[in-house]
């Protein structure tokens, strides 16, 4: 059974870069069965999906944050990881990473870490 | 794009059903049948209850189920019991490879 597991700062001060890793476990983000995607939850409020990458490389992201997003693949290490540049407080948020199965709307969720936009 | 609109709270007693709707647009909820359905308990992931509009994962209890019409789709849990307790959010397919989130619907079992 598939895991994914987010690692990364807690912290990160206004206007500087947050950076998140997802490692998978029990499967091989190589797959051409999956989109591998970022989803962030704010201190009490919904979902905002963030963004995506298949295995080749090919990214999908939010119109609202493709400006400040990357999402990148590294297969080696069957990891996918988010860049979000020039932060503020509303980017404060747990962030998840998630697998999709291509051809459905099927989600599977990492367990979530927390991100603190502060100086 | 704009989130998903779902009632902030719905609520219903043990044993009986309770729906929770997922209002969009042609643009997302419906002109795809790519819908899907998480429970959130407090302080845990989000877990998929529903998705492709009427599909059940095999772990998730058949007193979930999904239904669409037009650009709204329901979220309908039957014989109500105390675990069913928690946070749920639709999301649908918003086209050009974007997804959509809604609000989210805090369901109490009273």
């Known amino acids: 059974q598939v895991q994914l597991q987010e690692s990364g700062p807690g912290l990160v001060k206004p206007s500087e870069t947050l950076s998140l890793i997802c490692t998978v476990s029990?499967?091989?983000?190589?797959?051409?069965?999956?989109?591998w995607g970022w989803i962030r939850q704010p201190p009490g409020k919904g979902l905002e999906w963030i963004g995506s990458i298949y295995y080749s490389g090919n990214t999908y992201y939010s119109p609202s944050l493709k400006s400040r997003v990357t999402i990148s693949v590294d297969t080696s290490k069957n990891q996918f990881s988010l860049k979000l540049n020039s932060v503020t407080a509303a980017d404060t948020a747990v962030y998840y990473c998630a697998r999709r199965i291509d051809g459905t709307s099927h989600y599977t969720w990492g367990q979530g870490t927390r991100v603190t936009v502060s100086s | 794009q704009s989130a998903l609109s779902q009632p902030r709270s719905v609520s219903g007693s043990p044993g009986q059903s309770v729906t929770i709707s997922c209002t969009g647009t042609?643009?997302?909820?419906?002109?795809?049948?790519?819908v899907s359905w998480y429970q959130q308990h407090p302080g845990t992931a989000p877990k998929v209850m529903i998705y492709d509009v009427d599909k059940r994962p095999l772990e998730v209890p058949n007193r979930f189920s999904g239904s669409k019409s037009g650009n709204t789709a329901s979220l309908t849990i039957s014989k109500l019991q105390a675990e069913d307790e928690a946070d749920y959010y639709c999301?649908?397919?918003?086209?050009?490879?974007?997804?959509?989130f809604g609000g989210g619907t805090k369901l109490t079992v009273l």
């Open positions: 042609s643009s997302d909820v419906g002109g795809y049948n790519y």
């Open positions: 029990g499967g091989s983000i190589s797959s051409t069965y999956y989109y």
């Open positions: 999301c649908s397919y918003g086209g050009s490879d974007t997804w959509v």
